[in-house]
């Protein structure tokens, strides 16, 4: 899932300071899973934006709506009746979201309530971690399941390098070595000889390198 | 112009507190009437957005009343009701309501005087902070709205 964590509340709320009436939208995707900007998240950033403005003797009108995704046209489209008459959009989705909610409200201000982290998953409840790089072209099928290109900190794909330290990463002794980790993990299964293979320079091309990414599936397509 | 009388919510956990306001009633115990009891299965069902909503609404104080660590009947309810006590107590100083007008209290159900102690201390604190800026009734009126003597 997409992880992300909510900005400080003074930081919302400067960015909202001049307006009277404000839709907060949450995101019923990956933001509810990591507990940043689902419905229940929504409900309380907006609570304490009612309070803080009562406070400042600048009232603010705040109502809620959480969209299935925010990631998605159809799933916005909803919100058309909504934000006729407010002033500001606040969008605690991904930065996924936000975009598409600034480019169909195109006369609205539209900001986001959340810093988008990285991609991972949970490890105990409340905790989130980084597992993918979003390389474009996965080679875990090489590293035993363990990805070098983010868990390890400098993204060696031929492993580990001279500061790896009883398990642990020469950046911080808290993060394990990743290149570590894939040896373990490979001597376990039998397949270190597949460690022996050199890994030839990655291909960037498949990741970041050239622009914004698109994925197609003609198929798919719906003709108009 | 009358003393201030705060209007305070307690969510009381039935297995514990809920159970020693009773008990603070059989003993004839006096305990502040500015507080408006509200039952929960278990003090680990509290939200952060229930807690705010109840600020909104224009309360002065709020406490979350649960066992003693280790008693929950739940097991670990009340340690997640504190943890998000001070979540909540965080949220309520960076808006500026502050967050002293919210508290956690261990209450077991054998100790009715430790019920209306509580009770007291919370009525005392909120009276020194005075009348929340969001309750528009500011010079709230507990006995007159059926706050309970026990
Ligand atoms: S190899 Fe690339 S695609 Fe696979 S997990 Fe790592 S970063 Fe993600
Ligand atoms: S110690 Fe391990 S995880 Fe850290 S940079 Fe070196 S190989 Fe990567």
Redesign the interface.
Known sequence: MIVAQQK???DIAQMINDCKKVLFVGCAGCVTVCLAGGE?ET??LA??????R???NNPLEAITYTCTRQCDPEYIASLDNQVKDVDAIVSLACGVGVQYLAERFKDKWVVPALDTKFIGGSTVHGVWEEKCGLCGECILHRTGGICPIIRCSKSILNGPCGGSQYGKCEVNKDIDCAWQLIYDRMKALGKLDKLMEIQPPKDWSKSRDGGPRKAIREDVMIDE | MPEFEPKIVAFCCRYCAYTAADLAGSMRLQYSPNIRVVEMPCSGTI???VL??T??KGVDGVYIAGCNLGDCHFLKGNVRAIKRVAAVKK?LD????GGDRLEFFHVPASEGTKFAKVANEMTERIRQLGPS??NKSAAGNAQKEGGQTA
């Open positions: 400080p509340i003074k229940k409900a309380v609570s304490a934006m009612r309070i803080k009562i406070l400042e | 939200e952060h957005g705010l909503n600020f909104e949220i960076e808006i500026g309501l800026p969001l």
